[in-house]
């Protein structure tokens, strides 16, 4: 056997042991400049090392998903929140920023969950991804004063080659997008954010009591819903002249099957939900 017949079945025979890659979803993209009035506040803004990395794992059909998530999330929460606000610093843990003199918040982004359906699950029109949030918001001595909850949406296009990454990386970056101009247009008009619009620092929240009905609320289960399908093509594209959030197309005539579509948590009671 020549060296040129050897070296070709020792590389199909890594491939047979190897297996398939992953199919690696990497969302890219930067926001439009938002048309807003920063907030005249000094807040800290928290991306751990752990959600800096954050990264979702999931096998369906015998395809391995990796969706890498926390370098885009890092970059998209500095935009977001040196938009909202006219100084935003950032770190690395809540126990460093309440170190920082003149905080009046201190606000923590995570993501909660990822969900997506490929463009063989939707029927081979388009694919979709839900990114739910939950941004703690803390007192500048770190103690709790809020969560909010939102959910992001987006869509890309069905691949017409290839394993459908690129489209997934498209539709990912809408659904955080969505997310940002949900947050960066409704904030504003919360309460927890009218201490800081008149340049006031939060004050911890007042806990409740035991048995109150403010503790019972506090510990009703999330529900769970499915991510919004229907059949109608999207945009090749996830970039737009506007921070717009990406509606949820609207659901069809007869629900998907719930093995066939992954879930999207609603908002969680008591926290405010954007």
């Known amino acids: 056997m020549n060296r040129l017949t050897q070296l070709s079945l020792?590389?199909?025979?890594?491939?047979?042991?190897?297996?398939?890659?992953?199919v690696a979803v990497r969302p890219e993209g930067e926001l439009p400049p938002p048309l807003i009035m920063p907030t005249p506040a000094k807040v800290g803004v928290v991306v751990t090392p752990e959600t800096g990395s954050y990264m979702h794992k999931e096998s369906r059909a015998s395809v391995n998903y990796e969706a890498h998530l926390g370098e885009p999330h890092k970059h998209l929460v500095e935009q977001i929140f040196k938009a909202e606000f006219t100084d935003a610093r950032m770190f690395d843990s809540v126990d460093a920023a309440r170190l920082e003199p003149g905080l009046m918040a201190i606000f923590e982004p995570r993501i909660e969950q990822f969900s997506f359906a490929s463009a063989r699950e939707t029927g081979g029109t388009y694919c979709a991804v839900t990114i739910r949030y939950q941004i703690a918001i803390f007192a500048p001595n770190g103690e709790p004063v809020?969560?909010?909850?939102?959910?992001?949406?987006?869509?890309?296009?069905?691949?017409?080659?290839?394993?459908?990454e690129e489209e997934l990386a498209i539709a990912a970056f809408a659904a955080m997008r969505d997310a940002a101009a949900k947050f960066l247009t409704q904030f504003q008009g919360l309460d927890v954010a009218k201490p800081l619009l008149a340049s006031q620092a939060l004050q911890p929240k007042v806990q409740p009591l035991p048995g109150s009905a403010e503790s019972v609320a506090a510990a009703v289960e999330t529900s769970i819903e499915t991510v919004p399908i229907n059949d109608v093509p999207v945009a090749q594209t996830a970039s737009t002249s506007s921070p717009a959030p990406a509606s949820p197309?609207?659901?069809?005539?007869?629900?998907?099957?719930?093995?066939?579509?992954?879930?999207?948590?609603?908002?969680?009671?008591?926290s405010t939900s954007l």
């Open 249 to 270: 197309p609207p659901a069809p005539s007869a629900p998907p099957e719930p093995s066939q579509v992954p879930p999207q948590m609603a908002p969680e009671n008591p």
């Open 10 to 22: 020792g590389l199909a025979a890594a491939t047979l042991l190897g297996g398939c890659a992953a």
């Open 146 to 164: 809020d969560t909010l909850t939102l959910t992001g949406y987006g869509s890309g296009p069905a691949p017409k080659i290839g394993n459908g």
